[in-house]
């Protein structure tokens, strides 16, 4: 990476590894990856200087500061609390979309929901946790799925648990609206039923989610490595998609592990297209599908 002489006078001596209005050193980007590392397990090398650059860049411009030396200053003190979460925030990545990796959608409406709905219409309770769940479409689709095999299933014991560390993202599935192209994806049947229109023509157009498909989701604020996880039932399946993919082997690992006593025996993990499931609770797992796997025990 090319370094840069930096501009201002107070940095006279300090060498850009980015090219732009701000002084981002190699020291800053060490100290802004070690807080993301502590804050949320996610592993950032010089490499994503420019992905940190550009996303953080907005937050200097509104808060009046020169500097990414300022910037980690703030961030690093007790009264930057607020701005180390809105850091967080812009440097996580959240692309997520209605039925992504679709082929985890249709295993859950085959295999894994038939018997689950049987044992709701009965009084059971079915609890599935989407474990980093961006905006909601995750969380959704899953809900979607559910009442597309049962429509009355928020007169059950039906619950998603959607959790995300980013509080933007958790606000914004909480409420529930997306725009006429992010629900492309949602079959139209299944759109027509469970959103309802807002505001907005054509494109521009935005829908609200149903009661019915809102009150299957609760959405909480959770970060993944946090030392213990508040949840006290266990979930007949669990989605963790494209999340772990950001954090070192080891971390990776410990969350695997941590599912295992999460699962109900026999339960299902649904991962993303470029994560595996390993250390010691690979052992605990037989693969089910595509980046599919079952919880060994079942019937136990
Ligand atoms: C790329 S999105 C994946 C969303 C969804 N699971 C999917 O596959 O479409 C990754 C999400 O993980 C969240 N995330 C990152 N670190 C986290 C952590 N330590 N605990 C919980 N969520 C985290 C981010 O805020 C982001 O919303």
């Given at each position: 990476m090319s370094e840069l002489e930096s501009g201002g006078p107070g940095n006279a001596r300090r060498r850009s590894i980015v090219a732009g209005e701000f002084v981002l050193t190699s020291e800053d980007m060490r100290q802004i990856a070690a807080m993301l590392h502590a804050d949320a397990g996610i592993y950032l090398t010089e490499a994503k200087a420019t992905l940190v650059y550009s996303r953080l860049s907005k937050r200097l411009r509104s808060l009046g500061l020169e500097s990414f030396r300022d910037y980690c200053a703030l961030v690093a003190s007790a009264e930057g609390l607020d701005e180390r979460q809105k850091m967080l925030a812009a440097l996580t990545t959240n692309v997520t979309n209605f039925y992504r990796e679709p082929h985890h959608f249709e295993h859950l409406a085959k295999t894994v929901?038939?018997?689950?709905?049987?044992?709701?219409r009965r009084g059971g309770r079915v609890r599935i946790w989407s474990a980093a769940c961006s905006n909601g479409a995750e969380p959704y689709t899953i809900a979607l799925t559910i009442l597309g095999l049962l429509p009355e299933?928020?007169?059950?014991?039906?619950?998603?648990?959607?959790?995300?560390?980013?509080?933007?993202?958790?606000?914004?599935?909480?409420?529930?609206?997306?725009?006429?192209?992010?629900?492309?994806?949602?079959?139209?049947?299944?759109?027509r039923r469970w959103f309802v229109p807002l505001r907005g023509q054509g494109a521009a157009k935005d829908w609200g989610v149903a009661d019915e498909l809102r009150q299957l989701v609760a959405f909480r604020e959770l970060n993944l490595i946090a030392p213990s996880w508040p949840m006290k039932g266990r979930f007949q399946a669990i989605f963790c998609r494209n999340v772990v993919i950001y954090?070192?082997?080891?971390?990776?690992?410990?969350?695997?592990?941590?599912?295992?006593?999460?699962?109900?025996?026999?339960?299902?993990?649904?991962?993303?297209?470029?994560?595996?499931?390993?250390?010691?609770?690979?052992?605990?797992?037989?693969?089910?599908?595509?980046?599919?796997?079952?919880l060994k025990g079942a019937g136990r």
């Open positions: 929901l038939p018997p689950l709905l049987d044992q709701a299933a928020a007169g059950h014991d039906i619950k998603i648990l959607a959790t995300d560390i980013d509080t933007n993202m958790v606000a914004h599935g909480h409420q529930g609206v997306y725009s006429e192209a992010a629900l492309r994806p949602v079959p139209a049947e299944l759109r954090f070192e082997e080891a971390t990776q690992a410990r969350i695997w592990s941590r599912f295992v006593p999460q699962l109900t025996p026999g339960g299902h993990l649904y991962i993303g297209h470029s994560e595996r499931v390993s250390g010691p609770a690979a052992a605990d797992f037989q693969p089910a599908g595509i980046t599919t796997y079952q």
